[in-house]
């Protein structure tokens, strides 16, 4: 029997998995690109790194990242939408990029402690409430090595009026509450609450997002 998919009540996109590719690639015009260069700048990983990438989609900046590593590092992609990570496995399969993709969710990892060398989540946390978002980040910390850096990149407090009309607009036609910890700037005081230290705001884009960088602590 294939094993059970782990279930979350944070919002997946399993439903839209297929036309993920195609709307956000073929229509941003180059953005989505430049967003995904931006993220991996900030990473500012080594080679040999292990990383792990939460809520990872179809996998497209774990498969960039992959292509920046030498053994013994590795790329991992974790997604609570089966269906995206089908299409993220299939395009490893296809392009040759030792990427390793996984079902399952940011609040249970199913990694063990202190495995990973980096850790970082793009355009996440917005889909999920206060709660998984301190459960998820704690997660990160745990299999983070101490010393480990966690790099997050998504919606924060909107600085300009195209960036608030954007977010706060999302929010209500979206009917999407778990935005609201983003909007209002919570993001940096729930990753301090998971422990991380150094945790600073490295960069803003669009008026409305933010990259965030952080460590875990290395042991006394």
């Not at 946390?125 to 010393?147: C, N, Q, S, W």
């Amino acid at each position: 029997m294939p094993p059970e998919v782990p279930k979350t009540r944070g919002r997946d996109l399993n439903h839209v998995a297929w036309l993920y590719d195609p709307v956000i690639e073929g229509l941003s015009f180059g953005r989505e690109r430049r967003f995904r260069d931006k993220t991996l700048e900030h990473m500012a990983f080594s080679p040999t790194d292990r990383i792990l990438d939460v809520g990872c989609g179809t996998g497209t900046l774990t498969l960039q990242i992959a292509r920046r590593l030498e053994a013994p590092g590795e790329a991992v992609g974790v997604d609570a939408a089966p269906k995206m990570i089908a299409i993220a496995a299939a395009k490893a399969r296809r392009t040759g990029v030792p990427a390793h993709f996984a079902a399952g969710v940011a609040e249970a990892l199913d990694f063990p402690d202190a495995s990973f060398d980096l850790v970082v989540n793009s355009m996440f946390t917005h889909h999920i409430d206060t709660e998984l978002k301190i459960r998820a980040f704690a997660e990160m910390y745990r299999v983070l090595r101490p010393g480990g850096r966690l790099v997050t990149a998504d919606i924060d407090r909107p600085t300009t009026w195209w960036g608030w009309l954007m977010g706060w607009g999302g929010r209500v036609l979206l009917v999407q509450k778990e935005l609201e910890d983003n909007l209002r700037g919570l993001l940096p005081g729930l990753m301090a609450k998971a422990g991380f230290v150094e945790v600073k705001r490295v960069d803003h884009v669009h008026g409305l997002v933010s990259f965030f960088t952080a460590r875990r602590p290395e042991d006394p």
